[in-house]
């Protein structure tokens, strides 16, 4: 129930059209509805350019396409994450306007193509391994509006490869930094910058990585001050991203 | 704001009393205010039975002093666990009306003797070590106003000794069993009876127990079916009995 | 042996149609063989209620449907928790009185349709993914004669859908609370009602979240009083909650 | 060595006033030299305003007294953290122009009092224990010169509290809430608003808490999407806050 | 080189049949050769009964029959451990005097019947679903020579059952105890015996069994005194309680 | 109640001395309070033995000094673990026919030396640091009355001083390893005899020997044939010890 | 930009043949382009001898297909390790110089025959099933140039297995030593010998192995002073005594 | 026994100057007792200068000064490492010629100052709180006769202060890099050198940093090729290299 309607609803007791009762029982469920409509609304309006966003895990091919066609019937953008090479395929096809990207597992239809972020996003990766995981950040940041800008296979074991690539780091106002194994790039990023660094870790690696527990725990631990998103977690960091893009 | 409120406020607007924007004003706050006044009663008469309960670690003995005696000048009963010895000395000195448990780690201040619930719960402990979290239990069953019956010492490695009070296992309306070390208690207990068995692990052994870990897992993983509470959380337990005890 | 069985023997020795030793070794197995029959009683009627109970998890379909039939010849009614899809259909091919529900993975038989608990029980899931334990908890808990309720899809992500369903909510006698990743929906339900509040948490996330036990973890914490059940134990909560509903 | 001094020298080469190999042996050492002074220029911008920060756990009063004395001398704003109350008293009567926060266990002098950041930051706790936390976090936010608010004991047990202060939390530009126990504060929160929001664990709790890693998983397990910082980390939530606050 | 060697060729130096360099250079690798001829012959009567046991998991079908063919060849008795049932029908065709059970996943040849051991070994398990574990226990059991028995489905949530089988319990001379979940049978066995109880627990569980970590922990901190083997190490409780058994 | 009494009974009721209803009363009873009695007589011969050895952890001066003065009266040899230096002073000083071991922490009065068990156990311990652990295994092991030898600081880093102690390997019925760090010495000795090997990890080590974790799982995993104790567990490991060596 | 082009190039600014701008913009990029050419060039000589090995996990056959055949047009040697089976066989055809280790999981070719380390480096395998890992090791270890020994499953459960091979453990330069269960064997052998000793965990094992983890941990604290590497890391291993064996 | 001495004993045997029996009574034992004599010649040339350090912790004060004491009196030069403050004041004045070093806590008599490895060894440390480890690397590597140096507080947060040192990496024969938090360092730095690089993790850290096990596991899966010690080793890191520097 909108500002409006309570205003409204008041005026109608003030005028005798609504019994005090009536009213009582309209407001009675008030605290409830209102929460989502009314108290919380610069929230919606975010929301409301994500919620075409689907989690595809655990979904079958035919809840994908019937979730897809109904927002498509508004035509709404959308993007579906966690989508495997199967379901992407039968989407390509029922609908040529979208895009499948297999790296990201993501399947996407954007038309607004309007930038609506402040400045650039940039998505590294360690290795060449995390890059599905970089790639998931990269699609959903690119979907959200804003530019979104790429620095693959610049781990530490390389340090130099990384310092080639300075003038894009310096020109980003937020970066995701994705790694498996030891996870150690975001610390040598977070202490090259004076912008937000979102470490990503991946569960690339083997043995004691743990699926990825290592490149978390160590994240967690940095010296340098990043903030951490949970193991594969790139569209959380796109999202986060976004956030602190738009402000 | 309670509903008698609201209806009296809708009362004054449509009797001219009250202007809609002023009605409006008192009532855009009504979602959250109302929540815990209105929509949540039945707790909160429970609460009200159980807000004198304060959690004593981590506060010095003036800071508890002060709440015990702010409490005590509204005639209100009050329970303070985890208070350490010496804090516990000093109360007992202030307020000759209470007392300290040595044991449960306990303070309490109980006038009102009445009893609440409609059966007796029973606390039961696996070892003489784990005896403080079960007098933890025992003290807020108590506070609590619930009939209440102890068997201690009844371990699994010496079952014939449990099977010597079956009569008192037999009465019970709710079990609480607090067992250390390899936790079996609450799974033998629980097999045995047909009603609601409640396990709590303590933090009692050494090497691999580590601190209650290993009675915890094996009490979630009991082939009896027990609801479990975190390590050594005696009180929680009683708390949650009582709920039951009281329906 | 039952009481009367004992009473008879004993007349048997005092009109010497028993000899001393005859009835000594009568009595020698007494202690074991009793304890089943006569001590625990009031648990066996609950257990008689809940016998037909079968963990289908690691039995081939021929081995339960073996035991379906079995218990068919005698009309007993039937509950088979973790069928796979593949068993549940030929299940319901062989049994057409019988319903195999694809997502809680269960199969029953259920002719005695009388409400045997006193409230309702009401099953809440945080998101559309845990849904799967929260039917096995519903079914479980209708099977076992309760009324029971669901509240589904109401996650801490968007805490006024939760305010929505209060009376639902209010309403309830036990509420179990299913939830997979941070595992919090418990903790703010138990922070509403002042009624017992069951936390399952489920095996949904991935990274971080272990397998479930970050949830599980994050309820054994919780600040409000809530019991805990094993990750994805939703049968286990429902017998409980059973336990409690019946008293 | 910077761009204008690398141009200068130059030059010399140019008009003779340098040989080749005595300009060849100033550059030799440039990378590295370099690497700090003119390619990271907006990051030391920034680090210029936090090198003044002092990590004081494992220091001696003498060491930290030193530093602080040596600073002053440069007529420097620092804060101090991790400071144990002896020192910290200590600290006090030797620099009367500073101030000792016990909760925080934080030493500031601070004189410079503009303003730098464009919003507010809110400090949340969900209970009274979190508070030395997230009081770390406020100083170390008022000391980069965010405007900082406080809203302490709002957690999810008595999710009412929260709603009371939508005002607060709708105003900030970016929110750091710290919880300890099952961690689930900054869910709800990162579910309400459509900013930032930064969650630090805090290893207030017992037994499964296991020294704040219950909190931590948790966070990472959001189903909002909140960054997460180490255990008790609250000084680099507020110097990550202030980075997304200057952009 | 066993002791009879060493002594006929110092007795050919002694004659002058070798000279001292030949001897010597035949002396050199006493120390290791000898090792497992002379000095630790009480081993070797032991292990020469053991040798023929081969563990098969990650052995192909073929490697396991070259095997058994190579040890039929000198009319050994055979045993091996963790088949496929693949590889069990087919050694089943291919050696008829063999035997393969399905549920301990163990071939075997056995010719040699007599009794080695001085009393009976028991093998008792908790659930059915610890059966496979037992079963492995028991044919190694069986295979060693022992007089064996079997007590299965006696777990703690119906303990009656267990007391029901007092009799097997009092006549054996080492008892092995299978358990998975909760790993509390043990603990009782052990506490109502005073000879050796042996507790092996297993896989069987989820959620929090975490493959049967709980179990393993749980017997590790028994309040009985009982003796732990890895989880699912059914033939290694079988040797140990063999190596009792013979002495 | 014991078989006499049992047969006595039914005698009376036999001859008319007793009602049905009078022997109903006293058997009712009969299967719990039986069977430590009658039942497990076996255990209880060994228990008896046993039922002197206090866990003196947790346990004041006084407390310990009372059950001492208590069992002294009855002229009852007693064994008190756990110790502190502190109280073992004091008894030392109270009963100066006991002996106080500071290394093992134990503290003893043994009258009766005579030997019980049918061979010797040898107590080894890897390294120097482990012999607290070992200690208390040999104090143990003697009080139960078993010839006792010891081997110690003969751990894997030095592998031959091990093989300088053959005979006396050879020589023991059955072998108790202690060991901390990576746990290896049970391995190496259970490779090289046929006889029960007994490996008890200790929490001697740093770092990520994790209290002796490192050690447990080590042990758990030999490739040998062993059987293992809670960390620190010497007592345990002597007791089972007994209950071979008495077969 | 190596130091000689530096030179030329301030000749030429000094010659006026470069003006200062250009030759600014020219020593730009200086610091981290000359990072990787002038400063590491001893490592860039090792890695230019290793950077024909790729990490085959993850990659399709035709990824891994045409790297081999992009490196064998420039005639270099190539080490491809962690390949299946079908992606060997299939190399194996396209290839015919090459080879690859079924064992192993490695393809190589390997055309440069020459020693190029000063002594042998000795792989050890504690068992039969550490062997893959093993020859990982071994066949990088030849591959880099080392004379490589072998010494399969001598693990400590027989440990006069490992003193018949004494001459080969003396005569090696640099051992690694793999080990799975209970990972005891670096420990042994790193008592035995005074030159450096690698210990690489491997997976092998099962229950309370934890996929290595054991073995891992033991070697760490191993009381022999050894190095460790990742679980099943034998390229690891192979590569840094290859640095070693190269000094 | 040695070689000669073996050869001896058979000439006396070939001479007649010793019977047969005799001869084998003495070469019974040889097998162990000659283990530590002729086969392992080369480690003991090595453990000889390496056998006087001890390990202080657990040891009284008065049981170091005694073992210092006997060494001193053979001359030997001794290394103590773990020593506490008021055991190293106490050495110190008893053993003027001796050093404590409070960062490192080791106390050593170092007379022999020649240098015997071939290079130098570098140690590192990420930050100024690893110091201590470091320094107990440099203690034990200077104490062994290496060249040693330092470059202590070179963390990866400020990768700069990293490369202004790039000619002392250079020099290195080999590296030990010491680091807490998130261990990021020796990836760093294998990645830019060709020589042996081994990690120690330090325990220097909090919240998620689990007293070091972040640091450990971050080194075991570093991308670059280093080896690993146990958390705060940094005198087994010095050993290890020690020996590299020997070969």
Redesign the interface.
Known sequence: MT?DK??KL??H??H?DT???E??EK??????????HT??D??????KGLQEVIFG??KSISQITDIVRAMREKDLDILVTRVSKEAGNELNVLFPSGTYNTDARCFYIKEDLSIKG??SILIMS??T?DIPVAEEAYIASMFFGNKTERLYDV???????L??H?DLI?EA?VIIVVAG????LP??V???????V?GV?T?I?????????????????????????????GF??A??AT??NR?
Chains 1, 2, 3, 4, 5, 6, 7, 8 share one sequence.
């Open positions: 500002d309570i205003r008041l005026e007791v003030s005798g019994t005090v009762e009213a009582y407001l009675k469920d008030l605290p409830f509805e209102d929460l989502s108290k919380i610069h929230h919606r309006v975010l929301r895990e655990g402040k400045g360690a290795g391994s781990g530490v074991a390389g340090i130099h490869r310092f080639q300075l310096k106002r194994m030891e996870g150690a610390s040598v977070g202490g090259m910058v004076g912008i937000p979102i870790p569960s690696g083997y043995g004691a990585s743990f699926g990825g527990l290592t490149a978390l725990l160590a994240m967690l631990n940095s010296c340098s001050t990043i903030s951490v998103f949970n193991i594969d977690n959380g960091a999202y986060f956030l602190i402000l």
